[in-house]
């Protein structure tokens, strides 16, 4: 498994509801923290400050913080990227194993990947208090 890079290439643009025009994104990318002692791949989605969060990690987070990892824009994210050099850095955010039962409990009520981007925008939305 690759290790968590801040190349471009690396990263796939996720619109959170493919079938709404201008749908906001995310930035995401699958590999192994670089710091990580036991390296175990993760799903990454890169934050507004740079930092890269586990997608485990942030669904701990409150839904008001989603908007670190939501982009407007793919031009949005694309600055944001390609200001990034050198190591790719991770959010240290702890979490139990009740979060992660939480959190596969979740998406297998969810049902796909799609679904689940839409419930995380739709759940953003509710926090910052839009449709």
Known sequence: MRTLTNDYTDCRLIKLDASEHGSPIVVAQEGC?????????????????????????????????AGD??????????????????????????????????YISRMKSIGSPEAAYRDFLARYRRAKGRK
């Open 33 to 65: 923290a670089p710091d990580d002692m036991v390296p175990i791949p993760k799903l990454f989605y890169l934050q507004r400050d740079g930092l890269w969060i586990d997608e485990i990690a942030r669904s701990t987070r409150p839904d008001s913080e």
């Open 69 to 102: 990892v939501i982009f407007e824009s793919a031009g949005e994210a694309i600055k944001l990227l390609s200001s990034l050099f050198g190591k790719a850095h991770v959010r240290k955010v702890h979490v139990t194993d009740a979060d992660i039962e939480a």
